[in-house]
Nanobody, 115 residues
Framework: QVQLVQSGGGLVQAGGSLRLSCAAS????????MAWYRQAPGKQRELVAA???????TYVDSVKGRFTISRDNAKNTVYLQMNTLKPEDTAVYYC?????????WGQGTQVTVSS
């Protein structure tokens, strides 16, 4: 079955960096777009970044120039490098893949940025 297992995250001061990882299994990783979403308390889940099978990336405006999504198809893993973190980046982060119309999610990782 499809599994997305996340690692990374934690507590960091504003201006710091963190890297999230998401190891995927149960499907052909290399041909699917992977994404990172986040959900802050009291807010809707939002798409943060996505990377297509050809490496094309997209970002929400609020993280452009600070976050970088990447993938290693040999390791079936997608990463989110987060630099110059801000308190407003505090949220639970989820990796995501959409297969045959169904969304699959990682377990979620808390990222807390202190001011």
């Amino acid at each position: 079955q499809v599994q997305l297992v996340q690692s990374g995250g934690g507590l960091v001061q504003a201006g710091g960096s963190l890297r999230l990882s998401c190891a995927a299994s149960g499907y052909i990783f290399s041909i699917k777009t992977m994404a990172w979403y986040r959900q802050a308390p009291g807010k809707q889940r939002e798409l943060v970044a996505a990377i297509a099978s050809d490496g094309t990336t997209t970002y929400v405006d609020s993280v452009k120039g600070r976050f970088t999504i990447s993938r290693d198809n040999a390791k079936n893993t997608v990463y989110l490098q987060m630099n110059t973190l801000k308190p407003e980046d505090t949220a639970v982060y989820y990796c995501n893949v959409k297969l045959l119309g169904n969304h699959y999610w990682g377990q979620g990782t808390q990222v807390t940025v202190s001011s």
